[in-house]
């Protein structure tokens, strides 16, 4: 199936999200942190890694710069579409989680929120694999990151699989704990730019023989191969 998505070049990255989504498959949860250089393809991976992600619940997010200075933006992002999932939780911890959902006025206490996130994926995690999916994970305000980071360091034991998309290097960022959250399990992976053979060009013109090879021939215009796309 990875083929029909055109992610050529991209064998070690497909391979590592692959494990990812087993291990959750199996009942194991693990985090994978891909890394890279902007329009290297980290969001195409992510988007590949959905269509394979048959039978997860999927739940997702994205950094925006308007709303990186708002506490808790992402995570709202991340659980609004089970919100009505709330009533699982304990009360304190539904309240917290409320807070954070704009359904209820109040403190958001940062340990309550992340307990309370560890609880409600665990029980989502319950009924069927969860797939958690951050994308420009850089724009991510701290407050949603702590928590997510604090919650998948607990969920080792729960089918519950984190993708992050990250233009910087963790090792400078909030996410820079996911790779030792268990050595085996997490993994750190550099999204690194695709080698000339792993291009498809468009076409390739014939090469026609030149019947006098010791003429001066004059410049014409520049040709420029195309990419498949």
Known sequence: MWEDLKLYGRE???????RVL?????????????????????TALLRAALDQATGFRVLRCE??????????????????PVADRLPLLPPAQARALGVVLGLDSGPAEAFLVGAALVRLLTELAAERPLLLIVDEARLVDPESARAIVFAIRRLTAAPVALLVALRDDPADTLWRDLPALARHRSVRRRVAPLARRA??????????????PGRRKPAGPARIAGCGR
């Open 22 to 42: 087993a291990a959750a498959r199996s009942g194991r949860g693990s985090a994978l942190v891909l890394s890279g250089d902007p329009a290297i393809g980290k």
């Open 12 to 18: 070690r990255e497909r391979i590592q999200v692959d």
């Open 63 to 80: 950094g925006i710069r308007a709303e990186s200075g708002l506490d808790y933006a992402a995570l709202h992002e991340l659980l609004l």
């Open 199 to 212: 291009v498809r060009p468009a076409g390739r013109a014939a090469t026609i023989p030149d019947p006098h």
